[in-house]
């Protein structure tokens, strides 16, 4: 499988900086990536046309939204469409990532709203999950995976997952990793991948499910990525601070 290496820049970068971080990666991934790589980035909106138009032509780099509503289009004040992403360049979405669950509130069921809608416009849809450190402490890890993988894609299994397999990553990032410098280590990993490949496959079946790119996020930069993405089970990385720089980005995209 190939691996995909994703940055989440969350709320940074005017259009003009987002334009110049593009430009520097298309010109550095003229060539192609690295074999076997996909390199995706979430910009914020403003933004995705900038990178999108920079990326274009060029195989394997890929644009995504931060965030989305389910519905078509309507009285939704301040929020964004499928159509719009898609508009703008966007073929990606993530859904549940843990700012939007613990900053924004989003519960486990808009998160199933949200990733069942973007998978029906036809998006690849990134779901992430992941548990706090108090959940941690309380020998809660499977728990959380299991509540947060099911209310999602139990309810798609029979039907737009079985229909269009490669549609859907799942991305696990412990809440007590992203943006702490506290990576998680090699065995937390190993444990929590294991256990959502589990859950994905009481799911969804084995061999579908050992087709779903699970990534790890949180905390990864460039002096640990190259071991993090080298383990059992890591499909790719998913990247917040460190992927805000071309070069920095770059040196992970080719760990
Ligand atoms: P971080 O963020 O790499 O800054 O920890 C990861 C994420 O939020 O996806």
């Known amino acids: ?34 074999e076997g790589r996909l390199a995706l980035v979430f910009p914020p909106f403003t933004d995705i046309a900038a990178v999108a138009d920079a990326f ?25 469409s499928c159509a719009m992403l898609r508009d703008a360049g966007a073929n990606w979405l993530l859904a549940g990532h843990s700012e939007r669950r613990h900053v924004f509130g989003e519960t486990d ?13 036809g998006f690849k849809v990134m779901l992430c999950v992941g548990e706090t450190l108090e959940e941690r402490n309380n020998n809660q890890l499977n728990g959380v995976l299991q509540r947060q993988l099911s209310s999602a894609i139990q309810p798609l299994a029979n039907g737009i997952l079985s229909k269009s397999p490669d549609q859907i990553a799942v991305a696990y990032e412990p809440v007590w990793a992203i943006g702490t410098g506290k990576v998680a280590g ?6 929590a991948h294991a256990a959502a490949r589990k859950i994905l496959s009481d799911l969804l079946g084995n061999s579908y499910a050992n087709s779903v790119p699970l990534l790890y996020g949180g905390s990864v930069n460039a002096k640990n990525a190259g071991s993090i993405i080298a383990l059992d089970n890591v499909d790719g990385l998913l990247v917040g601070g460190a992927s805000l720089e071309a070069p920095s980005f770059l040196d992970i995209l080719r760990a």
Do not use: C, H, S
């Open 56 to 80: 274009a032509g060029i195989n394997n780099l890929a644009v995504g939204g931060q965030n989305f509503y389910p519905a078509e289009k309507g009285a939704f004040t301040g929020e964004i």
């Open 1 to 34: 499988m190939r691996k995909i290496i994703a940055a989440n820049w969350k709320m940074n970068k005017t259009r003009p900086m987002a334009a110049e971080f593009a430009g520097q990666l298309a010109m550095a991934l003229k060539e192609g990536t690295p």
């Open 109 to 121: 069921g808009l998160i199933a709203q949200k990733t069942a809608f973007g998978l029906e416009q």
């Open 186 to 191: 090699p065995d937390e990993i190993r444990e």
